[in-house]
């Protein structure tokens, strides 16, 4: 991280205009490098982690490649003939307790990575489950993604995400995207020596008003209780109280 950076993000934290220290953040990084093997997409999320923690805000970070993961859409795939193990009810215990979520990945043939996918797809499972006001589980959350690489295709995988997250529910700040791409094709990736990406002006930038929204954003859903559970309950509209429309014993 730039000095700049650092001296930007000490005088934005002394003055902010609320409290974040009750809100948490989970990043998933989507790399498909296990730990310990150096994950770019990680350096970039330790310039947003820094934004946070200087704001009281708790993080984690988790990389879903290093466990079981089945395809599918059960809550706990062990549970079927073809799996005896799967560590995605974890995961999800970890997105369930947070305030945000970021999700974060590498690009690969122009696309979010295939871990990526299979994060979205396991979440998408548990998107016939309420919350406790009857909405889909994931209102009042936020959502967010961070990417890298060497070849394009940020804004691709941002729009895929930042869709995949609004459609189960939750909701996304203003410019929730940011990335760094090297040189198109083989070249250094973020944490390369002398990648520049690191210092990079427009990335870090970027970086910085996707913590800062998000930030904003989670704290006034968390102040007034998330979304309004008005017109957007699914066992009330299966019922026929269809806000906004004629209920059917009121059809002519």
């Known amino acids: 991280m730039s000095r700049q950076l650092d001296e930007k993000i000490n005088a934005l934290c002394k003055n902010p205009p609320a409290k974040y220290d009750d809100l948490k953040v989970l990043f998933l990084n989507c790399t498909l490098n296990r730990t310990p093997v150096l994950s770019h997409t990680e350096g970039l999320i330790h310039v947003a982690q820094r934004i946070f923690e200087a704001n009281g805000v708790q993080t984690k970070i988790i990389r ?35 305030d945000i979520l970021i999700l974060c990945t590498s690009v690969w043939l122009g696309e979010k990575s295939s871990v990526c996918n299979r994060t979205l797809e396991r979440m998408y499972g548990y ?75 427009f990335t870090n930038r970027n970086t910085t008003f996707l ?26 509209w299966s019922a026929g109280c269809k806000a906004g429309f004629d209920s059917p014993e009121h059809k002519r």
């Open 64 to 98: 879903p490649v290093d466990y079981v993961i089945p395809a599918g859409l059960g809550h706990d795939m062990s549970e079927t003939p073809e799996w005896d193990r799967d560590d995605w009810p974890q995961i999800q215990k970890e997105i369930d307790d947070c």
């Open 127 to 201: 998107t016939h489950d309420f919350n406790s006001k009857g909405q889909y589980r994931d209102y009042g959350k936020v959502g967010a993604t961070l990417i890298t690489g060497n070849e394009d295709g940020v804004k691709h995988c941002a729009m895929n995400i930042l869709f995949s997250l609004s459609h189960i529910g939750y909701t996304v700040p203003p410019q929730a995207d940011a990335g760094w791409m090297g040189e198109a094709g083989p070249g250094p990736s973020y944490r390369d020596e002398g990648s520049g990406g690191p210092e990079n002006d």
């Open 211 to 236: 913590v800062w929204n998000c930030l904003h954003l989670a704290r006034m859903l968390k102040d007034n209780g998330g979304i309004p559970a008005y017109g957007n309950m699914p066992d009330e």
